[in-house]
């Protein structure tokens, strides 16, 4: 896997970005899957140009680590890794990046304060787990009334966490109790007994089920929110100036994906060489987390339902003002066959 360059936040936000150009393809020794950016594709309007992309640090949601990968010949892409989706909202208003990948609870926040980035591709897809002590009793949703769950927000994780709640015919008013707490607490937070259950993101409920101490208590992708988990947003400046970097991105991002999750279905090696050789996480987390992330690219009817789910979720919750204009905010033109 190519190296990715991660620069401090500070340094970052005053426009010192540091980063990685493109690879060759074939880098670790795989070569370039069929249908790669490169593949039959006009390459001549990207030549001499350079893309800067951000995806999170150490996250599952790292398919930008191999847009460099795939880039055709003549196109540079500078990559970097931060921990926060509005610094990388800040940073493509600020033309300090061009493309990040980043949720949508943010996005559409900053988006309905004014920020001028659209989301152009899908990401990654699944990534969220509720979580119970492993000897618990309890078996559904439902089992929770009246118990303490850990939950951080807002954030695409307590959105999925309030359509499990209602599809239960649970108020997460009053029927539970929601409880603050930081992600990469709460597997210690259910073993001390302080909540009985979770909504976390990876890797932690993969953690906490590797350990013995934690299970998954429900699937939690069956509410109208589905499997979301983040975009590939473009900046103003791509959108107003660059269509064909945008259309470059949605290819790169396709070819990223079908390295990762060719077919939909996880490449164990590609994913154990990011999990387990780049980020240093135990064996037997990665065998349970690959079983609840993946890569995606296409912005298609599905996702397009889903995101509009979690918009419309998002202002009934009172997290927007109003439900976003999906038209404005979903910008399919850059996906392939697209004028």
Same mark, same amino acid.
């Given at each position: 896997m190519q190296t990715s360059a991660t620069i401090d936040r500070r340094r970052f936000l005053t426009g010192l970005a540091v980063s990685t150009a493109g690879l060759a393809? &074939? *880098?670790c020794g795989r070569a370039a899957p069929q249908g790669a950016a490169t593949a039959g594709a006009d390459t001549s309007a990207v030549q001499g140009k350079t893309i800067r992309v951000a995806t999170f640090t150490n996250s599952h949601a790292a398919s930008p680590l191999y847009w460099a990968q795939f880039a055709p010949e003549g196109l540079t892409v500078e990559t970097t890794t931060l921990t926060s989706g509005t610094d990388m909202n800040q940073a493509l208003e600020r033309d300090q990046l061009d493309f990040a990948l980043f949720g949508i609870v943010n996005g559409f926040v900053e988006a309905e304060q004014g920020l001028g980035?659209?989301?152009?591709?899908? %990401? *990654?897809?699944?990534?969220? !787990?509720?979580?119970? *002590? *492993?000897? %618990?009793?309890? $078996?559904?949703? $439902?089992?929770?009334? !009246? $118990?303490?769950?850990?939950?951080? !927000?807002?954030s695409m994780q307590s959105l999925v966490l309030n359509a499990l709640l209602d599809e239960a015919g649970m108020d997460p008013t009053n029927d539970v109790e929601l409880v603050p707490v930081e992600y990469n607490d709460m597997p210690a937070a259910l073993q001390r007994g302080d909540v009985a259950a979770f909504m976390g993101t990876e890797v932690n409920p993969s953690a906490s089920v590797a350990s013995g101490s934690g299970r998954r208590l429900v699937d939690p992708y069956t509410t109208r929110i589905g499997e979301l988990n983040s975009c590939i947003w473009a900046s103003p400046r791509m959108l107003d100036s660059e269509p064909e970097l945008c259309r470059a991105a949605v290819e790169l991002q396709r070819s990223a994906a079908e390295h990762l999750s060719p077919g939909g279905d996880n490449d164990e090696d590609v994913w154990r060489d990011l999990i387990?050789?780049?980020? &240093?996480?135990? =064996?037997?987390?990665? =065998? $349970?987390?690959? =079983?609840n992330v993946g890569a995606v690219w296409e912005l298609d009817e599905r996702w397009v339902s889903q995101v509009e789910a979690g918009g419309a979720d998002m202002a009934e919750l009172g997290i927007l003002r109003a439900e976003p204009d999906y038209d404005d905010l979903l910008r399919t033109e850059f996906m392939p066959g697209q004028a």
């Amino acid at each position: 896997m190519q190296t990715s360059a991660t620069i401090d936040r500070r340094r970052f936000l005053t426009g010192l970005a540091v980063s990685t150009a493109g690879l060759a393809l &074939g *880098a670790c020794g795989r070569a370039a899957p069929q249908g790669a950016a490169t593949a039959g594709a006009d390459t001549s309007a990207v030549q001499g140009k350079t893309i800067r992309v951000a995806t999170f640090t150490n996250s599952h949601a790292a398919s930008p680590l191999y847009w460099a990968q795939f880039a055709p010949e003549g196109l540079t892409v500078e990559t970097t890794t931060l921990t926060s989706g509005t610094d990388m909202n800040q940073a493509l208003e600020r033309d300090q990046l061009d493309f990040a990948l980043f949720g949508i609870v943010n996005g559409f926040v900053e988006a309905e304060q004014g920020l001028g980035s659209r989301i152009i591709a899908m %990401a *990654a897809r699944k990534g969220a !787990g509720l979580i119970v *002590a *492993a000897d %618990a009793a309890f $078996e559904r949703v $439902e089992d929770l009334r !009246g $118990e303490r769950i850990a939950f951080k !927000g807002p954030s695409m994780q307590s959105l999925v966490l309030n359509a499990l709640l209602d599809e239960a015919g649970m108020d997460p008013t009053n029927d539970v109790e929601l409880v603050p707490v930081e992600y990469n607490d709460m597997p210690a937070a259910l073993q001390r007994g302080d909540v009985a259950a979770f909504m976390g993101t990876e890797v932690n409920p993969s953690a906490s089920v590797a350990s013995g101490s934690g299970r998954r208590l429900v699937d939690p992708y069956t509410t109208r929110i589905g499997e979301l988990n983040s975009c590939i947003w473009a900046s103003p400046r791509m959108l107003d100036s660059e269509p064909e970097l945008c259309r470059a991105a949605v290819e790169l991002q396709r070819s990223a994906a079908e390295h990762l999750s060719p077919g939909g279905d996880n490449d164990e090696d590609v994913w154990r060489d990011l999990i387990v050789d780049q980020y &240093g996480l135990p =064996t037997d987390v990665f =065998t $349970e987390l690959l =079983t609840n992330v993946g890569a995606v690219w296409e912005l298609d009817e599905r996702w397009v339902s889903q995101v509009e789910a979690g918009g419309a979720d998002m202002a009934e919750l009172g997290i927007l003002r109003a439900e976003p204009d999906y038209d404005d905010l979903l910008r399919t033109e850059f996906m392939p066959g697209q004028a």
